[in-house]
């Protein structure tokens, strides 16, 4: 099947790379970032359904993974739990455009996710951080908590620095 030419019947605007192995693909996907990643089953040196499941669990591509029509439920059992989409073959225009959009709007959530996951660890280290520089400044300043934290704000406010760095400072003073 000519995925390349569906994919530009289908609009699709980005750069599309082919790879016939799945090492190849392992490779590419290790270097280059990939929105979707489509995988025409069966491969010379694998089942495609590993390297489905490599390329969902280490990146954030959404997949596709096209079988023939007589093992998609088969391979949608094993590879599901990863998201990867199952696409039974002949693949027919209009369901690969479907699919093609689902692959990227799945793509665009975990993006999102990613980003919302990545700010929630900024903040837990910025809360951790702070917490370390109020428990010093409550040993070695005599403050209660309350104190502390207020303390560390108000650094911050007049500082024009942000807590975590004002917290910074106040650990490498008193840690030494």
């Known amino acids: 099947?000519?995925?390349?030419?569906?994919?530009?019947?289908?609009?699709?605007?980005?750069?599309?790379?082919?790879?016939?192995?799945?090492?190849?693909?392992?490779r590419l996907v290790g270097e280059l970032e990939f929105d979707i990643v489509i995988i025409n089953t069966p491969l010379p040196d694998e089942s495609g359904i590993e390297l489905s499941s490599f390329i969902t669990e280490q990146t954030l591509s959404s997949v596709l993974l096209v079988v023939s029509e007589n093992k998609v439920m088969e391979v949608t059992e094993k590879v599901q739990r990863n998201g990867v989409i199952v696409i039974g073959r002949p693949v027919h225009q209009s369901f690969f455009y479907q699919s093609i959009i689902l692959a990227s709007s799945l793509r665009q959530r975990l993006?999102?996710?990613?980003?919302?996951?990545s700010n929630l660890r900024a903040k837990l280290e910025e809360i951790k951080l702070v917490d370390k520089a109020k428990c010093s400044l409550?040993?070695?300043?005599?403050?209660?908590?309350?104190?502390?934290?207020?303390?560390?704000?108000?650094?911050?406010?007049?500082?024009?620095?942000?807590?975590s760095e004002v917290a910074r400072a106040i650990l490498k003073t008193y840690q030494q």
Request: glycine share 4%; net charge neutral.
């Open 1 to 26: 099947m000519a995925f390349r030419a569906l994919l530009k019947e289908s609009d699709v605007h980005s750069d599309i790379a082919a790879s016939f192995s799945c090492s190849e693909a392992r």
């Open 111 to 117: 993006s999102g996710m990613k980003k919302e996951n």
């Open 138 to 163: 409550v040993q070695y300043l005599g403050l209660d908590e309350e104190r502390a934290h207020h303390y560390v704000e108000k650094m911050a406010m007049d500082q024009r620095r942000n807590k």
